[in-house]
């Protein structure tokens, strides 16, 4: 089984930045899709990323194009998120996501604030 645990996230002001990892054990990421969503308070999951296993034209979400970029380390097993100029708007639970071998995996979530 893979198990993915989120981590970096936290409170920021409008304009800021975070990174955000997903730390994946139990098996390589390598072979695996990956992705980020999110879930904001009485909001419906949102894809905000994804990026294929061999890495080809990752996908973005319109509210985050030219704002955020994924990134994935196989080396490392990790999955990455960096996170520019912050809206309130961007404040959810964002959570790690790898799918492959006919599963669908997720992490907990870690709580991303966007507030001034």
């Known amino acids: 089984q893979l198990q993915l645990v989120e981590s970096w996230g936290g409170s920021v002001q409008p304009g800021g930045s975070l990174k955000l990892s997903c730390a994946a054990s139990?098996?390589?990421?390598?072979?695996?899709?990956i992705g980020w969503f999110r879930q904001a308070p009485g909001k419906e999951r949102e894809g905000v990323s994804c990026?294929?296993?061999?890495?080809?034209?990752?996908w973005y979400a319109d509210s985050v194009k030219g704002r955020f970029t994924i990134s994935r380390d196989d080396n490392k097993n990790m999955v990455f998120l960096q996170m520019s100029s912050l809206k309130p708007e961007d404040t959810a639970v964002y959570l790690c996501?790898?799918?492959?071998?006919?599963?669908?995996?997720w992490g907990q979530g870690t709580q991303v604030n966007v507030s001034s």
């Open positions: 996501n790898a799918w492959g071998d006919g599963n669908d995996y």
């Open positions: 139990g098996r390589t990421l390598d072979g695996y899709a």
């Open positions: 990026l294929s296993s061999n890495d080809e034209s990752p």
